[in-house]
């Protein structure tokens, strides 16, 4: 079997902020019922959010109030240890602010109606269907489901970080090493020098200013 070309689904991070933006938008307008306007909302933020910050779908599906996704002094952020990373390298990156009226909503609105009476739990993202945490691959599968039915290409988790390696390449080239960085890199090729001269943070802090650049446009 000959592995499927990602060309054809490849778009670059703008595109799918905006999709999930306008999603989350959308279902706060338009949606008939509660459970639709939750769904929506909390839909249009995973795509959002995961192309801001591409991290490996195991741990956006992993996500955990308080602990791994943070409000630290107005700003929310995406804070994995060592433990949980491919690289065993600690992954902190902050979410852009003018992400966190969509992340408000979702956390004081939808969230909550999404859990229903279901015990409480710290997990981000809670499925429709259970009230419980989205697993892994049923999460993967709803955004391959999104981002087709919001842009007409099925953009897997996956290549939601060649979208961001893209768009790095593309856009960041004032910031050495930009993509290896946002991604947390652990190929060998990729020495220690170059995560010392943009930490994951950093570069996430960049690759938001490139993103909001193109929303001003």
């Known amino acids: ?22 999603l989350a938008a959308e279902a706060q307008e338009f949606a008939t019922t509660d459970l639709a306007r939750a769904r929506g909302v909390r839909n249009g933020l995973i795509v959002a959010l ?12 992993a996500l955990e109030i308080g602990q791994t996704f943070k409000d630290i002094h107005g700003r929310w952020w995406i804070a994995l240890p060592g433990n949980m990373t491919k690289s065993c390298r600690p992954d902190e990156r902050p979410v852009p602010t003018w992400l966190n009226r969509y992340i408000n909503v979702y956390l004081t609105q939808s969230r909550p109606l999404l859990l229903g009476s279901r015990p409480r739990t710290n997990a981000l993202w809670i499925s429709s269907t259970t009230g419980g945490r989205m697993t892994t691959k049923n999460l993967g599968t709803l955004i391959s489901k999104i981002t087709l039915d919001t842009l007409g290409v099925d953009v897997s988790p996956h290549l939601f970080r060649s979208a961001a390696a ?5 856009y960041g080239g004032n910031t050495p090493h930009l993509a290896s ?3 947390n890199h652990t190929d060998p090729r990729v020495t220690e020098e170059h995560y010392n001269r943009a930490s994951t943070a950093s570069a996430a802090a ?11 446009r």
């Open 1 to 22: 079997m000959e592995p499927r070309s990602k060309f054809d689904r490849l778009v670059l991070t703008g595109q799918l902020v905006e999709a999930g933006l306008t």
């Open 50 to 61: 995961l192309a801001l910050c591409p991290i490996r779908l195991k741990n956006f599906a």
């Open 166 to 170: 893209s768009t790095a390449a593309a």
């Open 181 to 183: 960085a946002l991604l």
């Open 206 to 216: 960049a690759y938001a200013r490139i993103i909001s650049g193109f929303r001003t």
